[in-house]
């Protein structure tokens, strides 16, 4: 296994009185596409929370290339070039396409010139003069992963990017990852469509009530079919 650029060990965390991890274990290798699969409310998106510490109360453990981030504000977070991709996309609905991508800080050196994020998706530069709400949910989502590559992140947390999208649409976000993957990029990828998780993926990791119940490497994923459908109820 390469290097591990994130180590998940024993993490929980709690929304007030709520216990909602009950110890996390789980390593991203460097170069890798790992996901996190399970059902609504298990804990993945509080996982991605917990990473980019923007959650309460954490107790346990979270190393990025062996520094501890528990503790750390979340701008240091990003700081080390950890970018998160929230659920609901987070753009800027009233901006254009462009306008978007100039607005996230380039928090690090690294980060994509908007001709290389036109590069990666075409469609972008088409739209450029669009406003956010006249894109149609995949140009979102697009739009979305490319503002976090503007940041100059190394390591990108991209939580359901498949979520309400067409079957062609989904491709195209599968493509994309496969590229940035190709390109050196990091990236934890909460999913619940395992179909689409083995695309693009090296291993998964399936999550139960707040916890990693089995590691299953990409490679294997057919022989566990069965099993994967029973953890996701599908
Ligand atoms: N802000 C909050 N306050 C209290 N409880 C919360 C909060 N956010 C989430 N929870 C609870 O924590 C648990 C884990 O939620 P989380 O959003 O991490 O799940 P998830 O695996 O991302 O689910 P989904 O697939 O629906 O996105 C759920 O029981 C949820 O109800
Ligand atoms: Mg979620």
Redesign the pocket.
Known sequence: MAEAVLEVRDLHAF??E?H?LHGMNFSVPKGEVVTLL??????????MRAIMGILGRCVGSIRHRGEELIGLASEKIARQGIAYCP?ERGIFASLSVKENLLLPPVIRDGGLTLDEVYELFPILRERGASQGTKLSGGEQQMLAIARILRTGAHLLLLD?PTEGLAPVIIQQIGATIRRLRERGFTVLL?E?NFHFAATVADRHYV?EHGQVVDMIPNGEIAANEDKLKTYLGV
């Open positions: 929304y007030g709520s909602v399970g059902r609504n409310g298990v804990g993945k998106t509080t996982t659920e359901e909460v619940q999550v």
